[in-house]
């Protein structure tokens, strides 16, 4: 009796512990859908945004790619080819499909594939992020020990302060401010050096 006890104990546990290795896998199942939707749900909100706002601009895409001299009848016939004589709601779910097959459309700017161009401009993109961490964390953190092992000091404040303002401040304001004090004023870098739109496939840029 002793021995078949034991038995039906184990088999008891074994099938608790089944039973929760199933709900863990339950509820780990519904919090991944539960975050996939929401990605899913903020995509499609961005892709809604960036559409009517695209739409409400007062900006003719028409003329954009075929300038103001193009005679009515081209003018017509881009104008259905870039479906801009259907529905709205059609443009918007044609659009949807085209960024699902990651077909972003063509850049009025510069009449390139918007692929082409983030491409072209990603370098650029991931040699400042890495610039930046860098240099945040190369600063961040020997100057948040500092203010640590000094707290209530005036090291401590001065640091909180610097802090402060470079959270606050704007980023447009902060990027300004250092190419007036290091490239005006000190000289240390070089100016902003990126290529303008205008000198696309005119000037071979150094990074991106």
Avoid: C
Avoid at 49 to 57: D, K
């Amino acid at each position: 009796m002793a021995a078949g006890g034991t038995a039906v104990a184990s088999r008891g546990k074994v099938g608790a512990a089944g039973r929760d290795r199933t709900d863990r896998l339950h509820r780990l199942g519904r919090e991944v859908f539960r975050q996939a939707s929401a990605v899913g749900i903020s995509l499609f909100g961005l892709l809604a945004i960036t559409f009517f706002i695209g739409r409400m601009l007062p900006l003719d895409p028409v003329i954009a790619v075929i300038g103001d001299d193009a005679p009515q009848s081209t003018y017509d016939m881009i104008y259905r080819e870039l479906g801009l004589d259907r529905p709205l709601w059609e443009q918007f779910a044609i659009y949807v499909g085209k960024v699902l097959q990651g077909d972003f459309g063509v850049a009025l700017n510069t009449s390139n594939r918007v692929a082409d161009d983030l491409l072209r401009v990603f370098p650029a993109t991931v040699e400042l992020a890495t610039v930046s961490i860098v240099i945040g964390i190369g600063l961040g953190i020997p100057f948040g020990v500092i203010a640590a092992v000094h707290r209530g000091k005036m090291i401590d404040h001065i640091v909180r302060v610097v802090g402060l303002v470079g959270y606050s401040a704007p980023n447009f304001w902060l990027g300004l401010m250092g190419l007036v004090v290091f490239y005006a004023m000190l000289g240390w870098v070089g100016g902003p050096g990126r290529v303008s739109v205008f000198y696309i496939d005119m000037i071979e840029p150094r990074t991106g």
